[in-house]
């Protein structure tokens, strides 16, 4: 991360820190930090800059690897942050102020173990978002970028499950009663690399082609419907709209023929319900070995276009 083309820049050399992020969604209008709202970005920023205080720029920014839709939850989600020489001084001159155990043992923490703890204690014990841990990022390392996959899980109680409020933030409900077969048939029809913009909202410039890794549902030991997605990429809200249109099969209110046919058609002509965010959490986020991160945010950064869905298809 530092180097003398920065230097010379007048930019600091920097350590950038890999961090796991977990957080309960529900009071979060989603990660990225917009102005007037609470969100994800904003709450941790802040943090930061608690425990920095006045320091030298450049600000520190979190890099995240999904921007998830307000009230998504997160269990797995990872970032990272590039701080400058001065602000891991400001992070590690506090060390002494818990320099030794209660046993009155030395403590000597790494400015990664010391990052964590400081956010921590600012965001408090009682807090919807928690850094369960921080490290050094490997060179190449970007959270966003480097990513080969993505994972998450979906949670719909539907008719005959005995309704847990201790569940309701991390659950969604449905008075219908779904046909596990058919939800895993058309679960099973989307998978592969598709231009998945029937089942997106698009945004300006970004593509909407990505490779669905896995898709499979079950029923957990309480009878609720269990969905999970696993891909290189998600658009804006796809994970919902997929899982919505397994619902709306699930309920014989569209054909797996029709889902395969939006899939194909690249716009929604059949409109099915888009599943609320509550149920949805990002659980864990791949890595390829250290030795391929920088080549793999390269790649990424190519944008894919109807070519590449055209090769997969051969």
């Not at 930019?11 to 989603?30: C, H, M, N, S």
């Not at 997160?74 to 002494?96: C, F, M, N, W, Y």
């Not at 539907?158 to 219908?176: C, E, F, L, N």
């Not at 690399?193 to 309480?222: G, M, N, V």
Request: glycine share 8%; aromatic share 6%; with cysteine.
């Amino acid at each position: 991360m530092s180097g003398d083309a920065s230097e010379a820049e007048g930019v600091l050399p920097a350590q950038r820190f890999k961090l796991a992020i977990a957080y309960d969604g529900t009071d979060f209008a989603g990660w990225a930090k917009q102005p007037g709202l609470r969100t994800v970005e904003g709450v941790l920023e802040e943090a930061l800059y608690r425990v920095l205080g006045k320091t030298v720029p450049p600000v520190p920014r979190f890099v995240v690897a999904g921007r998830t839709d307000a009230g998504v939850h997160a269990s797995g989600q990872v970032a990272h942050l590039d701080l400058t020489e001065p602000q891991l001084a400001k992070i590690t001159r506090l060390q002494g102020r818990h320099a030794e155990f209660p046993d009155g043992s030395p403590r000597f923490e790494s400015a990664s173990t010391l990052l964590a703890r400081r956010l921590n204690g600012v965001l408090g014990m009682d807090r919807d978002v928690v850094i369960h841990a921080a490290e050094p990022a490997p060179e190449g390392f970007d959270a966003r970028f480097s990513a080969v996959w993505r994972h998450y899980r979906y949670r719909l109680a539907d008719a005959g499950v005995r309704k847990d409020p201790i569940v309701r933030r991390t659950t969604s409900w449905t008075t219908s009663s779904l046909d596990l077969e058919l939800l895993q048939q058309a679960a099973a029809s989307l998978v592969g690399l598709h231009d998945f913009q029937a089942y997106c909202k698009p945004r300006p410039r970004a593509t909407t082609i990505r490779t669905l890794q896995a898709f499979s549902w079950e029923r957990d030991d309480a009878g609720v419907l269990v969905a999970r997605l696993t891909a290189d990429a998600f658009c804006h809200s796809m994970v919902r709209s997929l899982v919505g249109a397994c619902v709306a099969v699930g309920e014989g209110r569209l054909s797996l023929e029709e889902v395969v046919r939006l899939r194909d058609g690249g716009h929604r002509e059949i409109d099915f319900r888009v599943m609320p965010a509550r149920g949805l959490t990002l659980v864990d986020v791949g890595y390829p070995e250290p030795g391929l991160l920088q080549s793999r945010a390269a790649t990424t950064r190519q944008r894919r276009s109807h070519e590449h869905v055209a090769a997969g298809a051969d």
